[in-house]
């Protein structure tokens, strides 16, 4: 893509698509981001995004941006299949680029923090998906066939996303909620043993990931977001000690989800997601330029008061 062209961003004002859009101005793209109120437009404007009002259910707003763009990322939800099929359905035989946001939750297990798995997988490897997670996978494969009507579609599937972002939602999901709720207990609190693993990712990465797909990924292309992987123990016991806690608490699973829900519970914190980003650093020559989230925690990762 030139400089110049526009992309038409959903989730603009969220934690990955806020510090994408950030990025894409800096590369010297127009971004138009979606945004549901208007005091969120007012923030994206004051930011030099093109605010554009509605949501993910206003299909006919969608598919005129679509249509109007140079290229389109996803990057609200991963699970809005109405939201995709109608920018796809708009997209269809321009063989322009539409990225969608997946995560590496879709390979997650449920095991409840008992114990690590020995499946790790890459872009060729056949998957392995939970059924509460076949409809995100639905929707991933819906936008990867789309290449054959014409539609150089891509998806990004992200891990555990650490590291602070740029636009107006600067936090990510797992870290920050384990953070936030032991400086409300105090103590860090964790699935069962929490030997559950999953690989990570910092934010800066993804979004190289995303800026180097949007000029060489071929149409059909997946690619994991991926570079390192730690325990949920590990990750508890780094934030103990960024926190000057004394102790990990050890949750039974279903007291967890209780108390966080099931989907929290279960498959974010509690279960096994190993990937490895092997396409994307061949293919795409994606070069990540963070490779320890426990050094991130120790070292970098702010503080809420408490």
């Known amino acids: 893509m030139r400089q110049g062209q526009t992309i038409f961003l959903t989730g603009a004002s969220g934690f990955i698509g806020g510090t994408l859009a950030i990025q894409l101005m800096a590369n010297g793209y ?18 030099g995004i093109e605010a554009v009002m509605g949501d993910l259910d206003d299909l006919a707003l969608l598919s005129t941006e679509a249509k109007n763009a140079d290229a389109v990322i996803n990057t609200a939800s991963a699970d809005h299949a109405a939201s995709v099929d109608a920018m796809l359905q708009a997209l269809e035989d321009s063989h322009k680029l539409f ?63 650490y590291g602070v972002g740029k636009g107006l939602h600067t936090t990510s999901v797992q870290i920050p909620f384990l953070v936030s709720n ?48 730690a325990s949920f123990l590990e990750l508890a016991q780094a934030i103990t000690h960024r926190l000057q806690f004394s102790k990990v608490e050890h949750l039974m699973p279903e007291l967890a989800a209780a108390q966080w829900g099931v ?32 050094e991130w925690i120790s070292t970098e990762m702010p503080i809420l008061k408490h």
């Open 263 to 294: 989907g929290m519970a279960y498959f974010s914190l509690g279960s096994n997601s190993r990937v490895r980003s092997v396409r994307a650093k061949t293919e795409l020559n994606w070069m990540p330029r963070h490779s320890s989230v426990l």
């Open 99 to 161: 990225i969608h946001t997946s995560g590496s939750s879709i390979v997650g297990d449920d095991v409840r923090g008992s114990s690590k798995s020995e499946v790790i997988f890459d872009e060729s490897t056949p998957l392995q998906v939970h059924e509460l997670k076949q409809s995100r996978r639905n929707i991933d494969l819906s936008v990867l066939n789309a290449a054959s009507r014409g539609v150089q579609s891509v998806v990004i599937c992200p891990s555990l996303i």
């Open 30 to 47: 127009r971004v138009r981001g979606l945004v549901r109120s208007a005091d969120k437009a007012a923030q994206l404007t004051a930011l």
């Open 182 to 229: 032991a400086i409300q207990h105090g103590v860090v609190q964790i699935v069962g043993q929490g030997k559950n693993t999953w690989s990570n990712v910092h934010i800066d990465d993804v979004v190289d990931l995303y800026v180097l797909a949007l000029n060489k990924a071929p149409a059909g292309a997946f690619y994991f977001a991926a570079n390192g992987e």
